[in-house]
């Protein structure tokens, strides 16, 4: 395949749930894979998602130990968006970190004062959890990001700030003539001077002509009047975004937990009748274990 392979293990936003009506989206938090032959993967943040990728991951590792073929030492880089649990709380359970040939690298926001790693550890020790980052059989290596560019194993990287409740970047990739955005948090709330429809020009540099964008699509119109401070965007500012920008296939994500799947489907039918517009614009609602194969134009 030419192009990048998207595998969504976890989409749902805030806390991770369980019951029979999240069956179809599913209900473990922020965790998607970016995959492209040749290229070490990249996975867009940590949430509870990450756990199901890890157990994939160490499948084909036993495979390969069974096959006695020469088994490849493990490498991926971390696109993270924030340190709020919902984006971190899988870290622990993504069983490739005890493999000690692992090697991982992770890219996140710069926090104030304090290098990420520390503030990271910080939330993985005790009494918080029982393991450090130290205590992984694996290298995990932490980068202070902002808004930056920079080269990642082929890919380009372009992060930059995005409005949410804490210090929180949106990620873009391009790779194998495929460009992906993936802004998981996003609250124009967060800034009460700008205007409800305004789009930042670092939103849009992220955004710009995506061939794919996953997009914080939290609140309905009716929910984001009280919540407009939690920092998330409605359904009809993620299409916004995505008309504006030029995207072609907007994947809302980051679902709100009191949305059971029936609520999305809703969610999903006015988002495309918000887009039919666009006659380009293509939108889905994401969902856990969807894979997305994304052609090289
Ligand atoms: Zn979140
Ligand atoms: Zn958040």
Redesign the pocket.
């Known amino acids: 395949m030419s192009g990048v392979r998207l595998t969504f293990y976890g989409v749902r936003?805030?806390t991770p749930c369980d019951a029979k009506r999240y069956e179809r989206y599913g209900g473990n938090?922020?965790c998607v894979a970016l995959e492209a032959p040749g290229h070490d993967p990249v996975i867009f943040d940590l949430?509870t998602g990450v756990r199901e990728y890890g157990d994939v991951v160490m499948s084909h590792f036993k495979a390969e130990l069974e096959a006695n073929a020469l088994v490849s030492p493990y490498r991926a880089s971390v696109l993270l968006?924030?340190l709020?649990w919902?984006?971190i709380m899988g870290f622990p359970f993504f069983t490739p970190l005890f493999r000690p040939d692992a090697c991982i690298d992770v890219y996140g926001p710069r926090q104030d004062a304090v290098p990420l790693g520390e503030v990271f550890a910080g939330v993985m020790s005790p009494p918080y959890f029982p393991i450090t980052p130290a205590d992984v059989g694996g290298t995990v290596t932490f980068h202070d990001v902002e808004k930056d560019d920079f080269a990642l194993n082929g890919a380009k990287v372009r992060s930059r700030w995005v409005r949410h409740t804490d210090p929180t970047l949106g990620h873009r990739i391009d790779l194998e003539g495929v460009s992906v955005a993936y802004i998981?948090?996003h609250g124009p709330g967060c800034n009460p001077d700008d205007a409800d429809d305004h789009i930042p020009q670092d939103v849009l540099e992220l955004c710009d002509g995506a061939d794919v964008l996953m997009h914080d699509a939290q609140h309905t119109t009716h929910e984001y009047e009280t919540k407009r401070h939690f920092g998330h965007s409605t359904i009809e500012y993620a299409v916004h975004i995505a008309r504006e920008a030029g995207v072609r296939h907007l994947m809302l994500f980051?679902h709100c937990p009191t949305h059971g799947d029936d609520a999305i489907d809703e969610i999903l039918l006015h988002a495309q009748e918000l887009a039919a517009a666009a006659p380009d614009l293509e939108v889905s609602a994401a969902a856990e274990g969807l894979v997305l194969d994304v052609p090289r134009k």
């Open positions: 936003g805030s938090t922020s949430g968006t924030h709020h919902d984006h998981s948090d980051h």
